[in-house]
Protein backbone atom coordinates (compact mmCIF):
# COMPACT_ATOMS: atom_id res chain seq x y z
CA UNK A 1 0.00 0.00 0.00
CA UNK A 2 0.85 3.57 -0.35
CA UNK A 3 1.29 4.49 3.49
CA UNK A 4 3.48 1.46 3.44
CA UNK A 5 5.71 2.15 0.28
CA UNK A 6 6.09 5.58 1.96
CA UNK A 7 7.16 4.47 5.40
CA UNK A 8 9.72 1.70 4.07
CA UNK A 9 11.38 4.45 1.69
CA UNK A 10 12.02 6.44 4.99
CA UNK A 11 15.85 7.03 6.24
CA UNK A 12 15.79 4.54 9.37
CA UNK A 13 15.95 7.98 11.74
CA UNK A 14 12.62 8.93 10.33
CA UNK A 15 11.27 5.67 10.64
CA UNK A 16 11.63 5.27 14.24
CA UNK A 17 9.94 8.59 14.61
CA UNK A 18 7.41 8.30 12.05
CA UNK A 19 5.79 4.59 12.76
CA UNK A 20 6.51 4.53 16.67
CA UNK A 21 4.12 7.60 17.20
CA UNK A 22 1.49 6.96 14.24
CA UNK A 23 0.53 3.02 14.63
CA UNK A 24 -0.52 4.43 17.97
CA UNK A 25 -3.13 6.52 15.77
CA UNK A 26 -4.09 3.11 13.52
CA UNK A 27 -4.73 1.38 16.09
CA UNK A 28 -7.14 5.06 17.67
CA UNK A 29 -9.06 3.83 14.26
CA UNK A 30 -9.17 0.08 14.58
CA UNK A 31 -10.12 0.17 18.16
CA UNK A 32 -12.27 3.57 19.02
CA UNK A 33 -13.77 3.76 15.70
CA UNK A 34 -16.03 0.75 15.18
CA UNK A 35 -17.17 1.00 18.64
CA UNK A 36 -18.28 4.54 18.24
CA UNK A 37 -20.25 3.98 15.54
CA UNK A 38 -21.79 0.89 17.35
CA UNK A 39 -21.94 1.30 21.08
CA UNK A 40 -21.48 5.99 21.42
CA UNK A 41 -22.15 5.08 25.78
CA UNK A 42 -19.62 2.28 25.84
CA UNK A 43 -16.88 4.45 24.01
CA UNK A 44 -17.52 7.29 25.84
CA UNK A 45 -17.10 5.53 29.39
CA UNK A 46 -14.16 3.76 27.90
CA UNK A 47 -12.22 7.04 26.68
CA UNK A 48 -12.76 8.19 30.38
CA UNK A 49 -11.25 4.96 32.18
CA UNK A 50 -8.22 4.85 29.72
CA UNK A 51 -7.40 9.32 30.55
CA UNK A 52 -7.61 7.99 34.16
CA UNK A 53 -5.93 4.84 33.88
CA UNK A 54 -2.58 6.82 31.39
CA UNK A 55 -2.91 9.75 34.52
CA UNK A 56 -2.04 7.35 37.07
CA UNK A 57 0.70 5.93 34.71
CA UNK A 58 2.03 9.45 34.38
CA UNK A 59 2.41 9.75 38.38
CA UNK A 60 3.97 6.45 38.56
CA UNK A 61 6.15 6.75 35.51
CA UNK A 62 9.39 8.05 37.39
CA UNK A 63 9.67 5.68 39.77
CA UNK A 64 8.73 2.36 37.53
CA UNK A 65 12.01 2.44 35.07
CA UNK A 66 10.64 0.18 32.51
CA UNK A 67 7.45 2.10 32.20
CA UNK A 68 9.68 5.04 32.16
CA UNK A 69 11.74 3.64 29.51
CA UNK A 70 8.79 2.72 27.32
CA UNK A 71 7.36 6.30 27.08
CA UNK A 72 10.85 8.19 26.50
CA UNK A 73 11.14 5.61 23.34
CA UNK A 74 7.97 6.76 22.29
CA UNK A 75 8.23 10.61 22.69
CA UNK A 76 8.78 13.48 20.41
CA UNK A 77 11.01 15.94 21.56
CA UNK A 78 9.09 18.86 19.82
CA UNK A 79 6.22 17.76 22.23
CA UNK A 80 7.21 16.11 24.85
CA UNK A 81 9.92 16.02 27.59
CA UNK A 82 10.53 13.23 29.85
CA UNK A 83 11.42 15.45 32.42
CA UNK A 84 7.99 16.81 32.34
CA UNK A 85 4.67 15.83 32.15
CA UNK A 86 3.95 13.82 28.58
CA UNK A 87 0.52 14.39 27.39
CA UNK A 88 0.51 13.60 23.96
CA UNK A 89 -0.75 10.22 24.36
CA UNK A 90 -3.30 11.79 26.74
CA UNK A 91 -4.20 14.31 24.52
CA UNK A 92 -4.47 11.55 21.83
CA UNK A 93 -7.28 10.28 23.93
CA UNK A 94 -9.02 13.48 24.72
CA UNK A 95 -8.85 14.38 21.35
CA UNK A 96 -10.91 11.26 19.89
CA UNK A 97 -13.02 11.42 23.05
CA UNK A 98 -14.11 15.19 22.90
CA UNK A 99 -16.36 15.11 19.84
CA UNK A 100 -18.01 11.76 21.10
CA UNK A 101 -18.49 13.91 24.76
CA UNK A 102 -19.98 16.93 23.22
CA UNK A 103 -22.27 14.75 20.99
CA UNK A 104 -23.86 12.96 24.19
CA UNK A 105 -23.66 16.00 26.28
CA UNK A 106 -26.16 17.74 23.44
CA UNK A 107 -28.55 14.70 24.36
CA UNK A 108 -30.71 12.54 22.19
CA UNK A 109 -32.45 15.58 20.59
CA UNK A 110 -28.93 15.65 18.74
CA UNK A 111 -27.61 12.51 17.48
CA UNK A 112 -24.64 13.05 14.73
CA UNK A 113 -21.95 10.16 13.63
CA UNK A 114 -19.79 12.22 11.60
CA UNK A 115 -19.29 14.21 14.99
CA UNK A 116 -18.90 11.82 17.41
CA UNK A 117 -16.19 9.90 14.71
CA UNK A 118 -14.48 13.80 14.35
CA UNK A 119 -11.86 12.93 16.95
CA UNK A 120 -10.86 9.53 15.26
CA UNK A 121 -11.31 11.10 11.55
CA UNK A 122 -9.05 14.07 12.16
CA UNK A 123 -6.30 12.65 14.54
CA UNK A 124 -6.63 8.97 13.54
CA UNK A 125 -6.66 9.28 9.89
CA UNK A 126 -6.03 12.64 8.72
CA UNK A 127 -2.60 13.74 11.14
CA UNK A 128 -1.57 10.17 11.20
CA UNK A 129 -1.73 10.31 6.89
CA UNK A 130 -0.69 14.01 6.81
CA UNK A 131 2.93 12.88 8.75
CA UNK A 132 3.03 9.61 6.90
CA UNK A 133 3.27 11.23 3.14
CA UNK A 134 4.89 14.12 4.59
CA UNK A 135 7.90 13.12 5.41
CA UNK A 136 8.03 10.51 2.82
CA UNK A 137 7.23 12.48 -0.20
CA UNK A 138 6.84 15.98 0.79
CA UNK A 139 8.96 18.93 -0.85
CA UNK A 140 7.11 22.11 -0.45
CA UNK A 141 6.88 23.76 2.82
CA UNK A 142 4.19 25.91 4.00
CA UNK A 143 2.76 27.37 7.03
CA UNK A 144 4.99 27.45 10.63
CA UNK A 145 5.53 23.71 11.70
CA UNK A 146 7.11 22.71 8.46
CA UNK A 147 4.44 21.35 6.99
CA UNK A 148 4.30 20.19 3.45
CA UNK A 149 1.40 20.65 0.78
CA UNK A 150 1.69 17.37 -0.27
CA UNK A 151 1.61 16.18 3.72
CA UNK A 152 -1.61 18.37 4.08
CA UNK A 153 -3.14 16.94 0.72
CA UNK A 154 -2.99 13.32 2.03
CA UNK A 155 -4.59 14.56 5.46
CA UNK A 156 -7.22 16.91 3.72
CA UNK A 157 -8.27 13.99 1.18
CA UNK A 158 -7.95 10.98 3.86
CA UNK A 159 -9.95 13.03 6.14
CA UNK A 160 -13.09 13.10 3.60
CA UNK A 161 -12.59 10.04 1.73
CA UNK A 162 -12.86 8.46 5.51
CA UNK A 163 -15.41 10.63 6.81
CA UNK A 164 -17.65 10.55 3.93
CA UNK A 165 -18.84 6.97 5.38
CA UNK A 166 -19.85 8.98 8.31
CA UNK A 167 -21.88 11.41 6.95
CA UNK A 168 -26.00 10.40 6.01
CA UNK A 169 -27.16 14.17 4.47
CA UNK A 170 -25.73 16.88 2.51
CA UNK A 171 -25.62 18.51 5.57
CA UNK A 172 -22.93 16.22 6.83
CA UNK A 173 -21.30 16.14 3.79
CA UNK A 174 -20.79 20.20 3.50
CA UNK A 175 -19.94 20.11 7.67
CA UNK A 176 -17.12 17.55 6.42
CA UNK A 177 -15.41 19.37 4.03
CA UNK A 178 -16.00 22.98 5.92
CA UNK A 179 -14.12 21.37 9.17
CA UNK A 180 -11.93 19.42 7.18
CA UNK A 181 -10.50 21.98 5.48
CA UNK A 182 -10.58 24.63 8.26
CA UNK A 183 -8.54 21.36 10.64
CA UNK A 184 -6.17 20.95 7.96
CA UNK A 185 -5.14 24.76 7.71
CA UNK A 186 -4.78 24.88 11.28
CA UNK A 187 -2.59 22.00 11.67
CA UNK A 188 -0.11 23.42 9.77
CA UNK A 189 -0.32 27.16 11.32
CA UNK A 190 -0.60 26.13 15.34
CA UNK A 191 2.31 25.81 17.66
CA UNK A 192 -0.62 23.65 20.55
CA UNK A 193 -0.57 19.78 20.61
CA UNK A 194 -2.60 18.83 17.52
CA UNK A 195 -3.74 15.72 19.33
CA UNK A 196 -6.29 18.04 21.36
CA UNK A 197 -6.62 21.20 18.99
CA UNK A 198 -7.50 19.38 15.85
CA UNK A 199 -10.55 17.34 17.15
CA UNK A 200 -11.70 20.58 19.31
CA UNK A 201 -11.59 23.02 16.53
CA UNK A 202 -12.83 21.04 13.79
CA UNK A 203 -15.58 19.47 15.59
CA UNK A 204 -16.59 23.12 16.79
CA UNK A 205 -17.27 23.98 13.13
CA UNK A 206 -18.89 21.33 12.46
CA UNK A 207 -21.28 21.53 14.86
CA UNK A 208 -21.90 24.89 13.78
CA UNK A 209 -23.12 23.41 10.59
CA UNK A 210 -25.07 20.49 11.78
Not at 75 to 93: A, G, P, Y
Not at 109 to 131: K, N, T, Y
Not at 154 to 180: E, K, P, R
Request: glycine residues 6%.
Amino acid sequence: SLPTYLLLSLPAQKISVVVTRKWFHLIAVLLFGPITWQFPQLMSLAYAIAVCVLIVFETLRRDIPLLQSFYVTFIDDTKDSDTQIIVSHMFLILGCAAPLWIVENLGRQFSSLLLAEFGVISIGVGDAMGAIVGKGIGKRKWGMNQRTLEGSSAMFLSMIWIGAYACHSYQDYAALLVASTFVTVLEAFTLQLDNLVLPLAGSTVALLLL
